[in-house]
């Protein structure tokens, strides 16, 4: 036999999904508000290091990433730098697609579109927002910037 359930339960019932629903997403903003400020924090001791000179001389190297090495410049667990050689001439973001980055390369004279996909999409639009600044540099050139100083 099942048991009989009255409007007045129902509507208690939905308080408590709808109170468990707001603590729940209350929660999530708290943390993400935390980590905005972590991530702050960390941004701003970085650039006090850096122009205090502690990330200069041969100590640079063990605070440093170059784009090509940085872990999350990958996709599927797959390494996605380099893309073809080349000359960087264009980095596009496109909002149906927010885990790319469509780069526009000149190889002999001839253009063309690479994309860049990334697992993390925000920090895809990161790199494709300092991509942006690199117009006219290798390829080469670009997978050896410094993040640490670039970003």
């Known amino acids: ?50 122009r205090n000179g502690h990330y200069a001389g041969e100590n640079f190297s063990q605070f440093s990433v170059k784009l090509r090495d940085h872990p999350l410049m990958c996709y ?24 790319e980055c469509f780069l526009v390369i000149e190889s002999n004279k001839v253009r063309f579109v690479s994309p860049l996909i990334f697992d993390d999409a925000l920090f895809g639009e990161q790199i494709c927002r300092l991509l942006q600044h690199y117009s006219g540099f290798s390829i080469k050139e670009i997978g050896d910037l410094d993040l640490i100083c670039a970003l």
């Open 76 to 99: 599927q667990g797959k390494r996605n730098w380099p893309p073809p050689d080349g000359t960087l001439k264009h980095a596009l973001m496109h909002d149906q697609f927010p885990n």
């Open 1 to 50: 036999m099942q048991p009989s359930l009255r409007q007045g339960d129902l509507e208690f019932r939905g308080e408590v999904l709808q109170s468990r629903q707001r603590a729940i997403l209350n929660k999530i903003f708290e943390t993400f508000h935390q980590s905005i400020e972590i991530c702050e924090g960390a941004r701003r001791y970085r650039m006090r290091l850096i």
